[in-house]
C-alpha cells in the first residue's frame, strides 16, 4: 500500500493553455474523488468514479473540466483552456466503497498556478 | 440535496483544555454517514473519525469524540486534553446512503492551540 499518488505535485501554467493533472488510487480502492481546495476553504467536490464509472460531476464545474478513469484504476482531470480562477490544489482521493464509513485516503494533491 | 456548515472560521484554545468543533448538516436522507478531518500545516488530509446516522452510540477515536445530536443536525468534534499538534484546519464531512452519493466538505476551522 503505497497511498495515493498525484502528479504533478506543481504546475504552472499559462492562461489558456490546457492542463492535465494525474491520480494513481491505493490499488484495490473502488472509487476516486477529485476535489479542489483553494487557501483557508474546505475542498469542493468536483467529481468522483465508482470504478470506470463517473458517477457525479459537480453543477458548478464548467465544460472545460474532464475527468476519466479509464479501466478503473488510475484517473486523470484534465483543464482546458485555463484561466487564473483555476488556480488552486487539485486534490485526489480514493477509498473502499463497501458500505458505510467510506475513510478517504487522499493524495498530497496537484497545486495548480495559472499565470 | 446534503449540505454541511461550520460556523467557526478560527478558535484559540489554552494547551490541555477540551475544545468544541461546530458542525451542522443538512439532509433529506434517513441514512448518512458524518465525518472529520484534520489537515494541518503541511496540507494532508486525515482521516479522524465517523459516525453513522444510525450509530446509537457517540463515535470515539482516542481523544477525538462526535457529540452526534440528530434531531439538532449537529456533529460536533470534541478534543480532549489538546495539543500544540491539534493546531491545523479542522474540516466536517457528510454523505448519503439513499444513492451512491458523494462526500462532500464543509469550509473549515482553524484551531490554533495556545502553550
Known amino acids: 500500500d503505497t497511498g495515493v499518488s498525484q502528479n504533478p505535485r506543481h504546475k504552472i501554467t499559462k492562461r489558456g493553455q490546457n492542463v492535465t493533472f494525474r491520480c494513481d488510487p491505493i490499488s484495490e480502492h473502488n472509487r476516486l474523488y477529485w476535489y479542489r481546495q483553494t487557501l483557508g476553504q474546505g475542498p469542493e467536490f468536483l467529481t468522483y468514479?465508482?470504478?470506470?464509472?463517473?458517477?457525479?460531476k459537480s453543477r458548478l464545474l464548467s465544460d472545460r473540466f474532464s475527468a476519466e478513469r479509464p479501466k478503473g484504476s488510475f484517473s486523470t482531470l484534465e483543464i482546458q483552456r485555463t484561466e487564473q480562477g483555476d488556480s488552486a490544489m487539485y486534490l485526489c482521493?480514493?477509498?473502499?466503497?463497501?458500505?458505510?464509513?467510506?475513510?478517504?485516503?487522499f493524495g498530497s494533491g496537484t497545486q495548480l498556478s495559472v499565470l | 440535496a446534503q449540505k454541511i456548515t461550520q460556523t467557526q472560521p478560527g478558535m484559540f484554545v489554552q494547551e490541555k483544555e477540551a475544545v468544541t468543533l461546530d458542525c451542522t448538516y443538512d439532509?433529506?436522507?434517513?441514512?448518512?454517514?458524518l465525518f472529520w478531518y484534520k489537515q494541518p500545516s503541511s496540507g494532508e488530509m486525515i482521516f479522524l473519525i465517523y459516525q453513522g446516522s444510525y450509530d446509537e452510540q457517540n463515535a470515539t477515536e482516542g481523544r477525538y469524540s462526535l457529540n452526534f445530536q440528530k434531531a439538532r443536525k449537529s456533529a460536533n468534534l470534541v478534543i480532549s486534553a489538546s495539543q500544540l499538534g491539534d493546531s491545523a484546519m479542522y474540516f466536517c464531512?457528510?454523505?448519503?446512503?439513499?444513492?451512491?452519493?458523494?462526500?462532500?466538505f464543509g469550509s473549515g476551522t482553524r484551531l490554533s492551540i495556545r502553550p
Open positions: 468514479f465508482q470504478n470506470e464509472a463517473q458517477l457525479e
Open positions: 464531512a457528510m454523505t448519503q446512503y439513499s444513492s451512491a452519493s458523494k462526500i462532500i
Open positions: 482521493a480514493s477509498s473502499s466503497h463497501e458500505g458505510t464509513n467510506e475513510k478517504l485516503f
Open positions: 439532509t433529506s436522507d434517513q441514512s448518512y454517514g
